[in-house]
Structures are given as C-alpha cells and as structure tokens.
C-alpha cells in the first residue's frame, strides 16, 4: 500500500484532474447519499491522520517555510482541526437530520421537510500560511456532508502535500478523498465541480471565480484583507497590547486574519507603543531563535522589505520593537516593527500587509473610526477593545466583516461552533461549524402532497370560485 502511495505521489500531474475528478464523480452517482456511519468513518480517518503523524507534520510545514517553530504548529494548526473533526463527529447524524418546514395555509395537510444532500464532488484550494488547518476545516465541512473531495496545495507547501498525499493514499480511496501534488490551479479550477472552496489572494479568487463561472459551479472564498483593530478609550492599553501582539506576530504575522492596523485613542499611541516595546522582547528576544517564523519565500520577504522603505521614505515613523534584532536574508526572519503616522499613499495601508508589520493610527471620536473602516474594503475580521457595551454595540452594528471577536484577536476563527468567512472583498460562504455543512450541502426543499384536495382548487376555468378563495385566502391570518 505504502509503494502505491508512493507512486500515486510521482505521477500526479496535470492530466491527473480529470482522472481522478472522473473517479470521484463516478464513485458519487453510484453512492450519492452516505450514511452518518460512514461520514463519522472518513472524519475519524482525518483525526488518525494527525494525531498519528504530530511530530512529522509539523516538520514538514517547518521545511516549507524554512522555519517555523513546532509548539507553533501543534498548537494553532492540530490541535484546532482535531478539535473541529471531532465536534463534526458528534453533531453530523444531528446536522443530517431532515428539517420540517411550516405548510401553506392552502395545503395544510400536507407535509413539507428540507434534506440536507451531499453536492457531488468538492474542490478544495489550500494557502501555504496555514496548510494544514486551511485544509482541515473545509475538508471537515466536505466529508460531514458527505461530499467527495479533491485538494490542491500550495506550491509553497510542497514537503506537507507529498507527505499527506500518501497518508491520506493509505486510508481513503482516490475516489473520496485525493490529494494532488503538482497540479496546475488553472487546471484543478476549470473543471465542472459541484462546490469549490478557495482560500488565498483576492486577485486570486477572482480568477478562480472566473474559471469556476464556466461551469456554473458555486464557490465558496476566503480571501484575507485589511483587519482593523480598534482600542476604545476605557479599555487597558497594556492589556490590549499583549493580546493584540500575539496575534500579529504569530506566524510572523503570515495570517490572512491577523491585526492589519491599530486604531488607538490619539492620547494614549504612545502608551501603546511603549508597552509593545516591552512585551515584545520577552517573547522574542532574538526574531532569528526558534520561536519566530520565516517569511514564506524570497519573493515575501523583499515584498516587505520595499513596503517598510516605503514608509520610511514618506515620512513614517519605524519603530523596531526587538533592541539589536537584524534581517537575517540567508533564514528570511524579518524583526517586528510598528509604524507610526502611517498615510493612505503609503503600500502599508494600501495593501494587505501579511507580515510583521503593525501600523499604529490615531483617532478622536469613535465616529471617525466608523467613517474609516467602512470607507474601505469589508474585511475578514474586525477587532474591538472595550468593557462599554454602547461602545462595542456601536462598532459591532455599524461596520461590516467576515467575523468579530471582542477583546481579543483572530480567536473567532477557532471557536469551531461558529461559522468562517469572509464578506465583498474579503470573500463569500462559510465553512467550520453547522453552517459549513450547509454550504456544501444541497439543501433540498420536498413537498409531499396533502390527502386531501387542497392544489385540485386552483385547477381552471377560473370563475367566481376563484375570485372568493383570493378573497378569502387573503383575510387569513396565522
């Protein structure tokens, strides 16, 4: 079994699309509606994956990225996707329940109910920032819904797709669940999938939102974007400093959810700033050891060498946050720093940043703090510091985002009873929790007919039978 994994691996290729697509759409029509046994099963198979290979998982993601810390992992990529599967295993013979649904006054005996259907054949498009969990939570959502699936990894994330696709070649057969290493996105996107699930760039997703239109196939995207992050003048600056940090410099700050920019009250900048100058140096006193991670590539990294020029040259104030750290070129280890007096020509507010880089804006009134986060893109999480429940009622109900979490950053995506998504630029659908289920479900409205005549009323000629049944249809209240 092990060679053949092997091979599946060295022969995967662009006309493997099709094949396997092939297999699995064949496999579908022969079994379209799995039982909650067998969808527990494949769920199980994906928890044994990970918990077998802990150690070896988070090795391969560390060779992906030249260096990332392995607690790193096993904390925020495990441990939250077996988390998620073993949440779906207990809930999805509830999730696959029909619903009944209230019957027309006209037909009242009759009955009405919805039944959640597995679509088909599932695409799944995985970003290299967090390969595993960005894999995990869709595929969680697929096989609970019972849905065959295919996966395409990023080119990033080479050494973790070679190793899964022969893990998963061992337990699933092709035709339920496939890995394919060294596809081409173009290919893997153009074919007539039932659902296709993207996670990455918006310019990106628009591509494949494009190809995906060719053959009418329904897309889910989680596309990133600008997070505000936003201090409310009651709350603990040094409080929210440490919470927000963590957040933005995990992963060296490689996460489609974490703090783009600060909003902080125009008194109290530089009390932030003073207290990220301290907490920082404690967690990483040297960005070159093994707790902070590198940047993805050579092409990431110069991205955001020019963007911290960039700053600087207009007029921005760049304060490093670790005393003596240095770019390490050879290891890509890009030391923290946060910016001050940032402007709307500058690429650091322009763009999504995907980095440690930490902009820091000032505000008057909370007012202001509206009128500028919803002058821009909607973006994938919104973060508010405050105990004042008007504060938070005012910036919750006047923005919009893919998602919210209060006092703290980025942890709404782990909650796994809670749907994720984006909203306009930062994406569309939701995956994780009982929502995810029915993205990539086909919800299906049945109607079994009454017993007694109720629809034979409607029949024509039309006469004055039917001017009164109007009327009287139209006086009835529930």
């Given at each position: 079994m092990a060679q053949t994994a092997q091979l599946r691996v060295i022969h995967s290729a662009e006309n493997e699309c099709e094949r396997v697509y092939n297999l699995q759409r064949a496999a579908y029509l022969r079994h379209p509606y799995p039982t909650a046994e067998e969808r527990r099963a494949n769920l199980a198979k994906l928890e044994g994956i990970m918990v077998a290979n802990v150690d070896r998982i988070a090795e391969m993601i560390g060779?992906?990225?030249g260096h990332r810390c392995a607690e790193e992992t096993k904390l925020l990529e495990i441990f939250t996707s077996v988390d998620g599967i073993r949440d779906a295993k207990k809930k999805v013979a509830k999730w696959m329940a029909p619903?009944?649904?209230?019957v027309s006054f006209l037909f009242a005996t009759g009955k009405n109910r919805v039944i959640p259907q597995p679509k088909g054949v599932v695409g799944i498009v995985v970003p290299w920032n967090y390969p595993l969990f960005l894999l995990?939570?869709?595929?969680?959502?697929?096989?609970?819904?019972?849905?065959?699936?295919?996966?395409?990894?990023?080119?990033?994330?080479?050494n973790l797709c070679q190793f899964l696709a022969a893990e998963f070649a061992k337990v699933f057969p092709e035709d339920t669940v496939a890995i394919l290493p060294g596809v081409k996105g173009t290919?893997?996107?153009?074919?007539p999938f039932d659902h296709l699930l993207f996670t990455g760039s918006a310019d990106a997703g628009r591509n494949v939102m494009r190809a995906a239109a060719e053959n009418l196939t329904p897309v889910t995207l989680e596309l990133g974007g600008k997070s505000p992050t936003v201090i409310c003048d009651d709350f603990d600056v040094e409080t929210a400093a440490s919470r927000i940090l963590y957040a933005?410099?995990?992963?060296?700050?490689?996460?489609?959810?974490?703090?783009?920019?600060?909003m902080v009250p125009k008194g109290k900048r530089d009390a932030f700033v003073a207290a990220c100058k301290?907490?920082?140096?404690?967690?990483?006193?040297?960005?070159?050891?093994s707790s902070y991670t590198s940047l993805i590539d050579e092409k990431a990294y110069r991205r955001l060498r020019t963007t911290l020029e960039d700053a600087a040259a207009k007029g921005a104030e760049i304060v490093p946050l670790v005393p003596g750290a240095e770019f390490d070129d050879k290891l890509r280890k890009f030391p923290p720093h946060v910016i001050l007096n940032p402007t709307e020509d500058m690429m650091v507010m322009r763009e999504e940043i995907f980095g440690p880089l930490l902009p820091v804006k000032t505000y008057e009134n909370l007012d202001e703090v509206l009128s500028y986060v919803n002058s821009r893109d909607r973006p994938l999480g919104f973060y508010l510091f405050t105990n004042d429940k008007v504060s938070e009622d005012k910036l919750i109900y006047g923005t919009i985002s893919g998602g919210v979490t209060v006092n703290n950053c980025v942890l709404h995506v782990a909650q796994h009873d809670l749907p994720f998504g984006g909203v306009g630029s930062s994406g569309m659908g939701h995956y994780h929790a009982h929502e995810g289920f029915v993205e990539l479900s086909k919800m299906?409205?049945?109607?079994?007919?009454?017993?007694?005549?109720?629809?034979?009323?409607?029949?024509?000629?039309y006469g004055?039978?039917?001017?009164?049944?109007?009327?009287m249809l139209l006086k009835y209240k529930r």
């Open positions: 060779k992906d990225f619903e009944r649904r209230h995990m939570g869709p595929l969680t959502s697929a096989l609970a819904a019972g849905n065959r699936c295919m996966v395409k990894m990023a080119a990033n994330s080479t290919d893997f996107s153009s074919l933005k410099y995990v992963n060296a700050g490689q996460t489609c959810l974490a703090p783009d920019y600060v301290r907490i920082l140096p404690q967690r990483y006193p040297n960005p070159g050891d299906r409205p049945v109607h079994s007919n009454a017993k007694l005549p109720g629809a034979e009323q409607l029949y024509p000629p004055k039978k039917h001017s009164f049944m109007f009327n």
